[in-house]
Every structure is written in structure tokens, then in C-alpha cells.
């Protein structure tokens, strides 16, 4: 059967009429796609490569791209094809034949390809030129020795004019050589302010790669002292001094340094500004990041309002955001507070979803709103799904070692979950009451004894809301007559008790002993004998310890007191966290919380931050404010508040953005024009 | 920040399409897809985003289909989202409707597709009007394209040019919805409006638009408030660097696209009011009753306002009573549906049932305009006929019980 297929493609393949290629390769494409070898087909379709009729040469290279690892040998035969397409006069077919020539991982074909871009990156059409630099990346990851030859090509593309070259060579930048910072310089400018007209893709890159350059090139907004936007500027004035402890610091150098950094900062933040308002996610979500990382802390204001926009999106996107939301409001949780409504729980919402939003919630926690968000943790603990249930709970234990004035409210709402009937209830209920009761200076008994009695009747199921009565009786109870009812009850049960359960009656039983020895001696003597034999060696060494404790007379009734019965420490719940606080964010490994391979650490800001005159050009337009120099360092030392140091700083800022538009309008018009007739030029007019 | 692979699998973990980008990845691990995700399912703890032993897996479920999104190295999670919803959309204008059947009818097409919007795993063209322009479903010859590469191009990527229609028009959809949220307490806890602008545009040629933009929208857009939770996000084709002007400028695309999203806070107070009490009539039997009250003028209606009562899955024989509409029980939803066709303002109904709830979400009209005037300005100066059309849609209504 299948041979019989075989011939009749072969046979319509070999034919010279188009269409019937066409019909055979698009046969096989839909065979490959479903799962079955067809690399039988491997010479006759490599054949057709030369075909005329571009859909013919895309499903020749599709299939190629399948099979070439297999095929090496007449994937070589073919390449002198390649290499014809690669210089045809159609720039689409160019840019496919280029595109799939280096998309073959052969590591035998990268000087081969090498020679392909090295010709291409000089092509007339941008399309192509943007391709080329895909394929530098492409072929990189294939042969990283080839990096040095490489990087010449991306010099060069990087000059490009064409916004679309200019995004595809970012990328591959990002790809080959990251921490060469040194070729940006130059670009940088045109970079960040031509950054709103790439594609969005595009915008992506350069938001990261700004991100990268940022940290290492700028002085850091918010450090200490230094920060421009902390009022302090005897803080200021102490850290300069400290920069130079001889006193023969030159004061005008050091603030020339820090507002020039401070101000190119600045433009960068302006011109990403207009970024918040994308329709596409992750590019604001890059923005986002970009602020956090780059921003003084009086502008965060912004990353709350956009990200919180992404909160109410589909889920999946929404699920990427509160991640990072959650990360960011650990530390800065005045970002999104204004926000608070966006993150109340949904019944709609996927649980993860609901679970990411509590922890941010309780990370918002502050006086003006705890009223709100513990009505609404009280309704989350009476939820239907256990899980969502517990993290209601835990929340509003929480939000007691917060706010203390809660903890009769907190008390009420969580015995209300014991006396209800569901068991997920009582559990979660019974575990958040132990850790709430721990809290408290005086533990109330009548919870404890309801607690009790509620064992007693056997009401109290799981193993988790065993240990915590157990602890809770054993705990502040051992005086009561009732606690040995208690312990009776758990002798009863012991043999069917779960091992955790077992451990916690060992302690139990010796606490009650320490406080009443003759009555609980019995008890005692049967559950070691008991533990003395279980198969778990937990068990069997905590026996060791207690009655060694306890029965041998190694050390007085006081001392064995203290080690059973002291105050144990508080330790409040802690919000539980879905992502790694370190990592950077956005990034799969903050979201799986551990590195994965190809994970970069964000760089530090660099402390000897702020060589302008790296960036050629802007060292123009850093003129003006030198100028002024006198004027404005003076200003800004001796202005103790806030908003003079805003006034200072924004005059800089307009001061730049006058040139900024002046610069910018006589680029475009370089630029543009050259732009145009490149993309239009038709290749036979290149080739008269 | 990149896909190693994206993979199409029906329902039962067949996969229909694979497309490796970057080779380091093996096929046989999508066959691991399936189990993980029942696996977590089961377990209640499914996320968009699974790992297993070295892969990490970012799916979409969408018309019975998983979407899956390999990954293998350190990536944008954002962005492999972003791009998958991209590719549905992209789809979905191709295809009508992308469900497995179309996917088997257009293996060829969706191939060139994938290789044509990604590259070695990071997004390329992904502008489906643009690539309507040179991936078509029907084949076609050399000869035929000679100009398109210009539209890859372009400075306005989003539009080809030489678009011409006889009849100019312009069609603009204002669609808004009010997601609300009331406490245990019976107080408002937040209470928004979140609306579109979708536009149909059949115009010839590269016209500039400018849209006037009512005061409401602007103060949204320049308020550096932090407080409040207004915003807008527009379409790629928007100006961005022009929009704290009092209009914003732009090129559309050809057909439908969504121009502008915003949401606004607004105090309005809830159109229809609900609400709600207990009673334990015995320990088998609880009854709720449920009142809703039309807050709007008595000369509007509201028509097919649908309530939704969550209930607990333990619950049988129900009995409704109700002043108007009809309710149901829906056991697969575990919820209560309360159909009112016709609700007249300033009235109130009211229902009684024996379930335990949590939220409601109903549907109703409401009137806004944002949207002041707009002007097509082309170089050939036809005369462009502009319709505008307001609607109000469901949004979210939750109101919360003891």
C-alpha cells in the first residue's frame, strides 16, 4: 500500500506542472503532520527545491527542516539550491531560503550559512535584513565559535535604519553577546525613542535589554542617601562626603555624575511611559518590570495601575500577573494598595488564581483597609473547597499577628467553623484556633474545653485537628481534671492512631504526668510499653527520650518541668508564597521558584554608574544642564523638601526634552525616506 | 525567553499539530501532557503552567483543544500566553472557528502559519491581516505576489495598502459591562464599568483617524491619581505618543479589531439590587430567599435578566416559587438559574429556594457615550459613512453571604 503511495507521489512530483507538486507535497506535509515517517520521500522532494513557485519551496523547506538531521548527506547536495535562492531576485524567497537554510541544525552547514548572512545583511529590502539577524542567533546557538565573525555582522545591523531590522538585530544581541553593552551605547538612544513604533514583539526585547543596560549604566534612584528621591539631602551630602574622605572632593564632578545618570534615567522612563497602555500583556508586563527595576520608588504608582488592568484578563495571562504582583507587593505593597478591589476572589476564578490572590491580599494589609479585607477572609474560611478554606483561615490568623485588636473577632469567626458538621471545617478551624490561642497572653479554657468535649465524643476525625487538640489540652490544660477523660480517650484509640497522632499522645501522656503522677501512672506505663515495640524508630527513640525522662531520675521535677512545659515560642502562619521573592520576575524561573537552565541574574546597579559620555550623542544634549551646573547642584543640596527636588529635577528633564524633539524630528527625517524607498524599491530595479 | 516547541492536542492527548522551533526538545514528552494534567486536575491543583522532569508545559485550553506551549529553558511566561492567544486569533480569522475539524482541513496552511509568525521560538509577524495577505488557503502562483513583501514592511504593519471599497464605511461598537462585587454586609466593595471600542472599518486607502473622546476618558487617561482604577489600553495602531491630546490618531487595520478597552470606577449604585436571606427550617432543609429590585427608571426595562445561584452539590429536590420568570436547577453547574424575560423598572421580584449560595451574576442594559464624534481623513477625500452603536453586556455581579 504504502508503496504503491509511493510511486504515485514520486510520480506527481517528477511531473512539471505545478499544481501537481503541489497537490503531492501538500499529501505528505498532511502524512508528516500526522505522525507517519515519510522521510522515504526525502530525494524527490529535495528535488523539487528548485521549483519556481514559492508555496512549492515553502513546503520543501518545511519538510527539509523535519528530516535534515537524518539526511545530512543530501541536505549537502541541496545547499548549492540554498545558496541560488538565497541570492534570487524575489527578496521573499530570499528571506524563506535564508530562514530555512539556517534553520537546519547541522553544525556541519554554519560556515556555510555564515557566508550566506554575511551576504545577506548587505540585502536591499529590510524583510531580509531582519531575517539575517534571526539567522545570527540561529546560527549561534548551532556553533558558538563562530561568535567573533558573528558579532561583526550584528555591528552592522545594528547601524540599520529600519525599525524592523533594528528589533531583529536586539534580539539576536540579547542572543549572542548580552554583556557587550559597549556596541548599545550608540544605539541607545534611538532605541528608547523609537521604541513605541516597533512591533510588539519587538518592544518586548528592547524593554529587556533597556532593563539589563539600566542596571548596569545608571546609578541606582533609590539607594540610600544618594536617592533624589528621598528628601534627606544631609543624607546626600554625607554620602558624597564619604565618596571622597580626603575632602578634596570636587563637588561639582560628583553631582554632575549623579543628575546626568539620574536625568538619562529619566528619558528612558518617559519615553517607555507611553508603553503602559498596550494592548499586548507581556509587553506591559516588561514595562512593569522595567519601572520596578529602573524607577525611583515615587513612581511605582504606575505599575500598579497597568498591571492591575491585566487582572481581569484571561486567566492565564491574569495567573502570570499575580505572580508577579504577589513578588512585587511583598516588598512594595503601597504599589497596590490603591488597587485593593482588583484581587477580591471571584467564585469564577480558577483556584490557583483565588489562592494567589488571598497571599496578595493579606501582603496589602494595613490599617485603613483590614476592616474590609477580614470580612472578606471570613468568607473565604467558610468556602466549599477545603483548600481556598484553609488559606481563609490562615489569613485571618494572620492578619491577628497583625493587628492584635482582631483577635476576639478572629476567636468568634473560627469557632464558628468548629461548630459546624463538615470535617475540612473543624480541621482547618482546629489548627488556626491552636496557633490563634498561642498568641494570646490567657488562653481561654472554655475553647480549649469545648475542644475536648468534642473529642470526646469522637467528632474530632483528622489527624491535623487531633494533634492540635492534643497539644492545645496537653498544653494549657495538663491541671484540668477533665484532660485525663482525654487521655483515656486517646489510650482507647492509640493502637489505631496515626503515627504523627502516636507521637503527639508520647508528649501528651508526659506533660499530663509531670502534673499528676499518681493518676496518669498507669496510662503512662502502658502507652511506653505500647511505643517501646512500634515499628516506627520515631516512636520508638521519642519512648527512649520521654522515659528517660520521667521515670529514671537523671534530673529534678523541676528541670523535667521546664523541658516539657515551658512557654513554647509563637509562630504565626506565614504568608504562604507561590513564586521566589530573588528571582527575577516575569521569568519561568520565578514562577516555578528554582533557576532553570538559561536563567540570568538581573545585574546590580553598578556603583561608578553613569559614563555618559558613552553615548555619543547624548552627551550633546547633557550640555544644557552642565550649564546650569552651579545653579542647579546648589539648588538640589540645599533643598531640604520633596517637592523642590522634583522642580529641580523636572526642569532638567524639559530642559532634555527640547532637544530630545529637536534631535528626534531631524532623525526621522533622515531616517524615514531611506526607509521607503528601500521597501519599495522593486528588485528589478536594484538589479538595472 | 523562548518556545522550544507548540503542539496541538485534541481532547484525549492526540496530538494533531507539533512544530519543533528550536530542536532541543523530544516529541515523545508531549505524551507526558495528558497524565500530568488529569494528574493535578484530580488533586485540584492544576495551574496554566505544569513542569515534568525538565519541561515545563504552558497550555491553553480552548474549544476542546489543548494548546501547549513547550518550554525548555528560562522564558517570558507572559509572552508564550500572549503569543498562544495570538495564534488562536490568528486561527480563528483563518479558519472561522479552530476545532479539530478544521485543524484536519488545514494542515498545510496552519504548518506555514507556525513557521511564518515564529521563528526559532520567538514571535515574528503576527498581524493576521497582514498575513492573510501572502498565506492563503487557496494555492496560488509566483506571478500573483510580486508586491506584497511591502506590506512585511511597512511602517503601519497592520494595514496593506491599495484597499478599495465602493462604499466607505465605518462602524463603531461601544460594549460595556458592569462587574460589581457587594460584601456579606451589603456594601458596594467595588464597582466598575469595563468597556470596549470595536470597530468595522471598510474604508479604501491609508486614511488617518482621529477619534474625539469624551471628558470622562481623558481624565482616565491623565490622571496620574494612583487611587483611582481607571485605565485604557488601546490597539497597536494607535498614536501612543499622542494620546494625552484631547483625540487619538491612528491607521486602522482593514475589517474588525478591538481599538480600545478602558474600565472606569464609577459610583452608580447597582441597576438591580439583590438580596438575600437564609433560613434553617430544619436540619435537612434550607430555604433562601432571594428579592431582586429594578433601581432604574420605570419607563426602561431590562430584558433576559438571568440570575446564578451557586449551590452545594449535595442538594436535591428543589422548590421554587417565584413572583416572576422561571428558575431551574442546573445539577451540572450546581447552580440555580433564574430567568427573567422582562424586568420593568422600579419593580421587584422576588424567589424562593432551598440553596445554599455565593454569588450572582445577571445581565441588563445601561447607556453611556464616550465617544464624542470621529473624522476620517484620507487624500482622496471620500465621504466615509460613520454608524455608531452603543450596547451594554453582562458583566460580573458578585454579592456574598454569611
Known amino acids: 500500500m504504502m508503496n504503491k503511495a509511493i510511486v504515485s507521489e514520486n510520480r506527481l512530483l517528477d511531473s512539471s506542472n505545478i499544481d501537481d507538486n503541489l497537490q503531492a507535497l501538500k499529501r505528505i506535509t498532511t502524512l508528516m503532520s500526522s505522525g507517519v515517517d515519510v522521510s522515504c520521500f526525502f530525494p524527490f522532494v529535495v528535488k523539487k527545491i528548485v521549483s519556481d513557485c514559492l508555496e512549492v519551496k515553502r513546503l520543501v523547506y518545511l519538510y527539509i527542516l523535519r528530516y535534515a538531521e537524518k539526511e545530512a548527506e543530501l541536505i549537502l547536495m541541496s545547499v548549492n539550491t540554498f545558496q541560488k ?13 535564508l530562514r530555512a537554510l539556517t534553520g537546519i541544525r547541522l553544525k556541519l552547514l554554519a560556515p556555510i550559512m555564515l557566508t ?6 548587505r540585502d536591499f529590502f529590510p524583510y531580509v535584513r531582519k531575517i539575517t539577524a534571526h539567522a545570527l542567533l540561529k546560527i549561534y546557538a548551532l556553533d558558538a565559535t563562530l561568535k567573533d565573525s558573528l558579532i561583526e555582522i550584528l555591528i552592522q545591523l545594528l547601524h540599520d535604519r529600519s525599525l524592523i531590522v533594528l528589533g531583529g538585530s536586539l534580539l539576536a544581541f540579547q542572543n549572542i553577546c548580552p554583556e557587550r553593552h559597549d556596541l548599545l551605547h550608540a544605539h541607545y538612544r534611538t532605541i528608547v525613542r523609537r521604541s513605541v513604533d516597533f512591533d510588539e514583539w519587538s518592544q518586548l526585547i528592547a524593554l529587556q535589554l533597556l532593563t539589563q543596560y539600566g542596571r548596569v549604566q545608571f546609578a541606582n534612584p533609590n539607594r540610600d542617601g544618594k536617592s533624589f528621591d528621598n528628601s534627606s539631602s544631609e543624607g546626600s551630602v554625607a554620602t558624597l562626603k564619604a565618596l571622597d574622605p580626603d575632602h578634596k572632593w570636587n563637588m561639582h564632578l560628583i553631582i554632575k555624575v549623579l543628575i546626568i545618570t539620574i536625568i538619562i534615567n529619566r528619558l528612558l522612563l518617559e519615553c517607555m511611559h507611553n508603553l503602559f497602555y498596550s494592548r499586548n500583556g507581556a509587553v506591559v508586563l516588561e514595562v512593569c518590570k522595567l519601572y520596578y527595576y529602573l524607577a525611583p520608588y515615587s513612581e511605582f504608582s504606575q505599575i500598579g495601575r497597568a498591571m492591575c488592568r491585566f487582572v481581569a ?14 513578588t512585587m507587593s511583598k516588598r512594595h505593597p503601597e ?11 471571584y467564585t469564577s476564578d480558577p483556584l490557583q488564581i483565588k489562592l494567589t490572590k488571598i497571599s496578595i491580599l493579606l501582603n496589602l494589609l494595613n490599617d485603613s483597609n483590614v476592616s474590609i479585607l477580614f470580612n472578606e477572609l471570613k468568607m473565604y474560611s467558610t468556602n466549599e473547597n477545603p483548600k481556598l478554606c484553609e488559606a481563609g483561615v490562615q489569613g485571618l490568623v494572620y492578619c491577628v499577628s497583625l493587628f492584635p485588636k482582631y483577635y476576639k ?44 468535649r468534642k473529642y470526646l465524643k469522637g467528632s474530632i476525625k483528622t489527624t491535623e485537628a487531633q494533634l492540635s487538640v492534643l497539644w492545645l489540652v496537653g498544653e494549657f490544660a495538663y491541671n484540668e481534671n477533665w484532660a485525663l477523660q482525654v487521655l483515656q480517650t486517646a489510650v482507647k484509640n492509640y493502637k489505631n492512631l496515626d503515627d504523627e497522632v502516636k507521637l503527639q499522645v508520647l508528649n501528651f501522656v ?25 515499628q516506627n524508630t520515631d516512636i520508638r527513640e521519642r519512648t527512649c527520650f520521654l522515659s528517660s525522662l520521667l521515670v529514671g531520675s537523671l534530673i529534678s521535677a523541676a528541670e523535667v518541668h521546664k523541658v516539657l512545659l515551658s512557654r513554647k515560642s509563637v509562630c504565626f502562619p506565614k504568608v504562604p508564597s507561590s513564586t521566589n521573592r530573588d528571582l527575577v520576575l516575569g521569568t519561568l524561573s520565578h514562577l516555578l521558584k528554582r533557576k532553570v537552565c538559561g536563567y540570568r541574574e538581573l545585574p546590580k546597579f553598578s556603583p561608578t554608574a553613569g559614563g555618559s559620555s558613552l553615548r555619543e550623542q547624548e552627551v550633546r544634549a547633557v550640555e544644557n544642564p552642565l550649564q546650569e551646573e552651579k545653579v542647579l547642584s546648589s539648588a538640589y543640596l540645599l533643598s531640604s523638601n520633596q517637592h523642590e527636588l522634583d522642580s529641580v529635577e523636572e526642569n532638567f528633564y524639559l530642559g532634555i526634552s527640547s532637544e530630545e524633539t529637536r534631535s528626534d524630528s531631524s532623525a526621522s527625517e533622515n531616517s524615514e525616506p531611506i526607509d521607503y524607498s528601500s521597501a519599495d524599491s522593486s528588485p528589478t530595479e536594484r538589479e538595472s | 525567553m523562548s518556545l522550544s516547541a507548540l503542539f496541538i492536542l485534541d481532547i484525549n492527548g492526540t496530538a494533531l499539530i507539533s512544530r519543533d522551533y528550536r530542536g532541543d526538545i523530544n516529541k515523545e514528552v508531549i505524551d507526558n501532557f495528558l497524565p500530568l494534567i488529569t494528574r493535578h486536575e484530580e488533586t485540584g491543583t492544576s495551574a496554566p503552567v505544569l513542569h515534568h522532569n525538565g519541561t515545563t508545559f504552558a497550555y491553553v485550553k480552548f474549544n476542546n483543544l489543548y494548546i501547549i506551549g513547550t518550554i525548555k529553558r528560562n522564558a517570558n511566561i507572559a509572552l508564550i500566553f500572549t503569543f498562544i492567544y495570538k495564534f488562536i486569533e490568528i486561527a480563528t480569522q483563518y479558519f472561522s472557528k479552530l476545532e479539530e475539524e478544521s485543524i484536519r482541513d488545514n494542515f498545510v496552511v496552519l504548518y506555514e502559519l507556525l513557521d511564518e509568525i515564529m521563528d526559532f521560538g520567538y514571535p515574528q509577524t503576527t498581524e493576521p491581516k497582514i498575513l492573510q495577505t501572502y498565506i492563503f488557503q487557496e494555492s496560488y502562483k509566483l506571478k500573483k505576489m510580486t508586491s506584497v513583501p511591502a506590506v512585511v514592511t511597512n511602517v503601519v504593519s497592520w494595514r496593506p495598502e491599495g484597499i478599495r471599497y465602493r462604499r466607505n464605511e465605518l462602524f463603531i461598537d461601544v460594549v460595556e459591562s458592569v462587574n460589581l462585587s457587594v460584601n456579606a454586609k451589603g456594601s458596594v466593595v467595588s464597582n466598575e464599568v469595563a468597556g470596549c471600542v470595536k470597530m468595522k472599518v471598510h474604508l479604501s486607502g491609508m486614511p488617518q483617524l482621529r477619534l474625539g473622546l469624551s471628558d470622562k476618558i481623558l481624565l482616565a487617561i491623565n490622571s496620574q491619581d494612583a487611587g483611582s482604577l481607571e485605565d485604557v489600553k488601546f490597539h497597536q495602531c494607535v498614536q501612543l505618543s499622542r494620546i494625552f491630546e ?26 438591580i439590587a439583590i438580596q438575600t436571606k437564609v433560613v434553617h427550617s430544619s436540619s435537612s432543609r434550607i430555604e433562601y430567599a432571594v428579592k431582586a429590585t429594578a433601581q432604574f427608571k420605570s419607563s426602561s426595562t431590562a430584558s433576559n435578566v438571568e440570575v446564578t445561584l451557586p449551590v452545594c452539590q449535595d442538594v436535591d429536590s428543589p422548590v421554587f416559587r417565584s413572583s416572576s420568570g422561571a428558575a431551574s436547577y442546573v445539577p451540572e453547574e450546581c447552580a440555580v438559574v433564574w430567568k427573567i424575560k422582562y424586568f420593568p423598572g422600579g419593580s421587584e421580584v422576588a424567589l424562593n429556594a432551598q440553596f445554599r449560595l455565593s454569588s450572582i451574576r445577571s445581565e441588563e442594559k445601561r447607556e453611556k457615550t464616550p465617544i464624542k464624534y470621529m473624522k476620517v481623513i484620507e487624500k482622496s477625500n471620500y465621504k466615509a459613512l460613520t454608524w455608531v452603536r452603543y450596547t451594554t453586556q453582562n458583566g460580573e455581579y458578585l454579592v456574598s453571604f454569611n
Open chain 1, 409 to 452: 473577632l478572629c476567636l468568634k469567626s473560627l469557632f464558628r467553623l468548629i461548630t459546624s458538621k463538615k470535617e475540612y471545617l473543624i480541621e482547618k478551624g482546629t489548627v488556626a484556633l491552636r496557633n490563634l490561642l498561642q498568641t494570646s497572653p490567657k488562653v481561654d479554657m472554655r475553647i480549649v474545653r469545648y475542644l475536648s
Open chain 1, 116 to 121: 550566506a548572512v554575511q551576504g545577506s545583511a
Open chain 1, 335 to 345: 504599589i497596590f494598595t490603591p488597587h485593593l478591589q482588583s484581587f477580591l476572589v
Open chain 2, 246 to 271: 484631547k483625540n487619538i490618531y491612528f491607521i486602522p487595520p482593514d475589517g474588525d479589531f478591538e481599538l480600545m478597552s478602558y474600565r472606569m470606577n464609577t459610583d452608580i449604585k447597582p441597576l
Open chain 1, 85 to 97: 535562492d538565497i541570492k534570487h531576485t524575489d527578496p521573499f524567497i530570499r528571506a524563506n531560503a
Open chain 1, 510 to 534: 508526659s506533660k499530663l504526668h509531670v502534673a499528676n503522677v499518681e493518676s496518669s501512672a498507669e496510662y503512662l506505663e502502658y502507652i511506653f510499653f505500647l511505643a517501646k515495640n512500634d
Open chain 1, 313 to 326: 484578563s484571561r486567566k492565564e495571562i491574569s495567573y502570570s500577573f499575580l505572580l508577579n504582583i504577589e
